[in-house]
């Protein structure tokens, strides 16, 4: 190789900074990927980027003044360049043609190669795009249909399956960027969020809810209103329930994988009045409390 | 190629490259279930960081940059179409 100081036009006197400056000024004008269609910038290019890389390094540029190492030391690595691919790969999803698609509009055989040229290019796929979506507990069982706007301004319809659980992706096919030549458009994925209702708990295809009963409703039993993600239904509870006791709505759950649908859960929680209930009172005291203790099988 | 053997061919750190590719100075295919980059991913991720690690171009000036090459090597396949169908003009 030859003398690097040379190479880059430099005095061997030259500081830090005019070697970068001088290195930049040349390898602007001989970066291979910048003369695509010049041979001999590569081999230039590369005898400059290897005098760079030699003096740009202080400790390496002292050993060279000083005789130690020759300039040959400093050969860069071996990479192809984008010019390799870019002209030659007709497929890649850099391809662009507006740099003559004037032309191509034209009704001439010119126009009409240009075209071929153009249609030559491979297909590729657009890309994916991703978004994010909130909806209801209950819209998350039931299934619901719901309108997404994208930040361009335009609208996405998103159908969301019955069942879908917090964090599921909905992939809509040819939703995302449109592709090059047959290669089709990308797909729109949403991930849905699914909002939390306090009164229900999903535990796979069942849900779970607790539900208030009076004291009367408990120890007579009777019919209460439940609600459920898909509205309220009549529930009979039966005479004697107590806090705890579960009760199960078939198929009032989440659907399930392979057809039918899982079961809604709802554990009664016995609850007395509000407040002093001066009648409750006077009913209790009269009530036998020595027939019943809770605690007798040690649970305190 | 997937990501993690890019990476190492390209020489770019993680952050590096979701930045490029949100910028679409990269567009790896995406149609499969794993992302995959090509040699010219390679290439192109090589150019990108000449100009931006030795050139001192900032990241306007490589979406300018970017977009010229492209339309420079799209003037150079139509160019070389059109040498090939004149030098064998049967259709």
Redesign the interface.
């Known amino acids: 190789m030859r003398n690097p100081y040379e190479v880059l036009g430099v005095a061997p006197t030259a500081s830090a900074a005019d070697i970068q400056k001088a ?2 000024k040349l ?2 004008k001989l ?1 291979p ?2 003369n ?2 010049d041979k001999a910038a590569e081999d230039k290019f590369k005898e400059v ?1 290897a005098a ?1 890389d030699l003096l740009s390094d202080a400790e390496k540029r002292k050993r060279f003044d000083a005789g130690e190492i020759d300039a040959d030391g400093a050969e860069r690595p071996q ?9 030659a ?2 497929g ?9 698609a004037d032309y191509m509009d034209q009704d001439d055989a ?1 126009a009409e ?2 075209r ?3 249609q ?2 491979a297909n ?2 657009g ?2 795009l991703h978004y994010a979506l909130a909806i209801d507990f209950a819209e998350s069982i039931a299934g619901a249909s719901k309108r997404l706007t994208l930040p361009d301004g335009g609208t996405l319809d998103v159908t969301i399956p019955p069942g879908l659980v917090d964090g599921q992706i909905i992939r809509l096919r040819g939703k995302g960027m449109p592709g090059s030549g047959k290669g089709g458009p ?1 797909d729109a994925l949403i991930e849905v969020e699914v909002r939390p209702d306090p009164r229900f708990t999903r535990e796979g295809d069942d849900i779970t809810l607790e539900l208030p009963i009076s004291l009367s409703e408990a120890v007579l039993g009777g019919k209460v209103r439940v609600p459920t993600p898909t509205g309220a239904v009549t529930m009979t509870v039966p005479k004697g329930s107590n806090t705890g006791t579960t009760m199960r709505l078939r198929g009032k759950g989440a659907p399930r994988v392979g057809g039918g649908q899982g079961d809604e859960l709802v554990k009664l929680k016995v609850v007395l009045p509000k407040g002093p209930d001066p009648e409750l009172e006077a009913f209790v005291s009269n009530w036998d409390r020595k027939a019943f203790d809770p605690r007798e099988d040690g649970a305190s | 190629m997937n990501k993690q053997q890019f990476l190492i061919d390209a020489g770019l750190e993680v952050r590096t490259l979701e930045f490029w590719i949100e910028q679409q100075w990269l567009v790896p295919d995406e149609t499969a279930s794993e992302i995959s980059f090509s040699d010219t991913d390679v290439a192109r991720a090589h150019l990108i960081r000449d100009l931006k690690g030795d050139f001192g171009v900032n990241d306007e000036g490589i979406d300018v940059i970017l977009h010229l090459v492209d339309q420079l090597h799209g003037l150079r396949r139509a160019f070389e179409q059109l040498h090939k169908d004149m030098a064998s003009p049967q259709r």
Request: charged share 35%; no cysteine.
């Open positions: 290195y930049r390898a602007k970066h990927d910048l695509p269609g980027a760079n990479h192809r360049y984008y010019r390799d691919f870019a002209t790969d007709a890649h999803p850099y391809a662009d043609s507006s740099g003559y010119f190669l240009l071929r040229s153009e030559a290019r590729r796929r890309r994916d990308g």
